[in-house]
């Protein structure tokens, strides 16, 4: 139980590694951190002779999941060698010490190696199931028990880990199954989902995003996050010299200007600014931070492109001067960053001032 395995988009292994062992030094962990490249996982290693356990907990409990940018999953635990038949019984065996578990997830990394061992984990997941269930390893369906993952680099190798189901990924693997919406224009859409499901909890959704709102969409053209908007609702400037969908512009809820998303500011405030411009991050990030501070917003989703190498050093520098400059105008603001599975070479930053009430409305 002397391991974190987390997995990642693949290609961005060295950022999780990067990210792990800056908190695991800030929570006095020791160990070290290391991962292949392109492999869709890192792992975390304790060193700590006896204390692995305990530090663990420790990194699991003041390390908030959700606050990890690059990592889509975690758990705590070891590999473990599997036979070529009745893995489950060596499977039973490794967990002699484990408590009993609420829920069962079988896992593969993000790779095509992985994506080949899918058929083999559902064949094998019911009877793994049967077998926790008889031995009293595993109850259904119990939240405030820890989640059982297991995580197969083939079918002789599994990760055998624990992880909190309310301080963990939200979905196996980490990955929503988001449907695209047949109506809306561009596949990006789903990138503006992705990132409400993953900074909004499913129960403020109606407080947060509803048709009484207003919202500015930079960079909008074609409308794939200017449909989610208007699909919740909203009243909606879409900045945009490129053409917007006519399907969108027929919903009367889009005022399409042709402007400069880095000059352009609404008359009012509004209640939502969302951002997909292909720009240097830095300038992006200042963007942000200008709209949340200055007060034309007061929630706001923007995309950071990530094409240097120091990819994780250089979103820690902006988030970092992000809150400063927050700071220094003293309002608060909740600030969240993730690579979404919808991402590619990028983040999603989510801003929210706290200090102000809803402005008004429309
Ligand atoms: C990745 S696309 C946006 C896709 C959009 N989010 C969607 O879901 O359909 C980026 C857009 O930003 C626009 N763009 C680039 N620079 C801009 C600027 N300075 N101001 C406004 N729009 C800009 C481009 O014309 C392009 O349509």
């Keep these: 139980m002397n391991t974190v395995f987390m997995h990642c988009r693949p290609g961005f292994e060295g950022e999780v590694c990067s990210e792990i062992a800056e908190h695991a030094a800030r929570l006095n962990v020791s160990g070290y951190a290391k991962a292949k490249p392109s492999a869709a996982c890192a792992e975390f290693v304790c060193t700590e002779a006896g204390g692995a356990e305990r530090l663990m907990q420790r990194l699991m409990q003041r390390l908030r999941f959700a606050e990890l940018i690059f990592p889509r999953q975690w758990a705590r635990g070891s590999f473990v060698e599997l036979p070529e038949t009745d893995r489950i019984s060596v499977i039973l065996e490794h967990m002699a010490d484990f408590p009993v578990c609420g829920s069962l997830w079988l896992e593969v990394v993000d ?28 109850v259904e369906n119990a939240d405030d028990k820890p989640r059982l993952l297991l995580t197969f680099k083939s079918g002789r190798e599994v990760f055998l880990g624990l992880a909190e189901s309310n301080n963990s990924a939200m979905w196996p693997m980490g990955i929503p199954r988001l449907k695209f919406p047949r109506e809306a224009p561009s596949r990006s859409t789903l990138k503006l989902e992705d990132a409400w499901h993953h900074f909004i909890p499913r129960d403020q959704w109606d407080d947060r995003l509803h048709s009484d709102m207003t919202g ?9 996050w200017t449909w989610q908007l208007v699909n919740r609702g909203m009243l909606v400037i879409a900045i945009d010299n490129g053409p917007m969908a006519e399907s969108l512009m027929d919903t009367g809820l889009v005022q399409h200007l042709m402007a400069d998303g880095f000059t352009f500011k609404p008359k009012q405030p509004v209640d939502w600014m969302v951002c997909d411009i292909v720009e240097k991050p830095a300038r992006n990030a200042a963007m942000l931070e200008e709209w949340i501070g200055e007060g034309h917003c007061r929630e706001a989703v923007v995309n950071l492109k990530l094409p240097m190498k120091q990819r994780y050093a250089e979103v820690r520098r902006l988030l970092d001067r992000i809150a400063d400059g927050f700071k220094a105008r003293g309002i608060q ?7 979404l599975y919808h991402d590619r070479e990028e983040v999603t930053c989510h801003l929210r001032r706290l200090d102000v009430k809803k402005p008004k409305s429309r």
């Design 111 to 138: 790779t095509n190696d992985g994506k080949e061992l899918s058929n083999f984990c559902k064949k094998f997941e019911g009877h793994l199931r049967k077998a926790l269930l008889k031995a009293g390893k595993l």
């Design 216 to 224: 500015v969409d930079l960079g909008a053209a074609p409308g794939g």
């Design 333 to 339: 603001v909740e600030i969240g960053c993730k690579q």
